[in-house]
């Protein structure tokens, strides 16, 4: 799926202040407000945008942030980045291509690093990590950069593989869903149907 040229305005626009309201992204796009909403509706329902949320400095909070890399097997690489999910002191998990995982922590007490240094310790995957305290902020950006031509990786609401090509998309009681292909487009719809009828 590729996006317009409106598409990339309006997600320029939400980085530079997701506040904004519809009326004011509007004027800033020169585009009409049903418009903003609908492109904007879609562009949640594709999983583009993920929320809106203020930025806040941990450090202006009194809170220490820390980057810790941790090497486990390729094999094991996921499974071991879920068990940090649930731990509010993780604010970032990446997987990287070379075995490692990254996470971005933040701490509001510095023991609170100790005890959780002895969590990781624990974890018979892991084969070693590295700590280190971050220490000053000279750039720090949204991951995502918006230019134009740029086009969206979707994931079939089916199957869940990566939709390579043009693929399927379904509207269902106003809710876009995106297939790879007719095969899962039908199973889809029969499943959808199944769960409607039982609600």
Do not use: W
Request: proline share 4%.
């Amino acid at each position: 799926m590729e996006l317009d040229e409106t598409d990339v305005n309006i997600l320029r626009t939400l980085q530079e202040n997701g506040r904004l309201s519809f009326r004011q992204i509007a004027e800033k796009v020169k585009v009409s407000v049903p418009t903003v909403s609908n492109k904007i509706a879609a562009m949640e329902n594709a999983g583009i945008i993920k929320g809106y949320m203020a930025c806040l400095d941990p450090e202006k909070l009194g809170e220490m942030s820390v980057i810790i890399s941790i090497k486990v097997k390729p094999s094991e690489l996921k499974q071991v980045a879920e068990k940090f999910k649930g731990d509010d002191h993780v604010r970032g998990i990446f997987l990287l291509s070379t075995g490692r995982i990254i996470l971005n922590c933040t701490f509001v007490e510095p023991y609170l690093i100790n005890e959780f240094v002895a969590k990781l310790g624990d974890l018979p995957e892991i084969m070693e990590y590295d700590i280190a305290n971050i220490i000053g902020v000279v750039m720090e950006e949204q991951r995502a950069l918006v230019k134009p031509g740029i086009s969206v990786v979707l994931q079939c609401a089916y199957c869940t593989k990566e939709i390579r090509n043009e693929g399927v998309k379904l509207k269902l009681e106003g809710k876009d869903h995106y297939l790879c292909c007719p095969t899962c487009t039908k199973a889809f719809q029969e499943k959808y149907e199944k769960v409607r009828n039982k609600a």
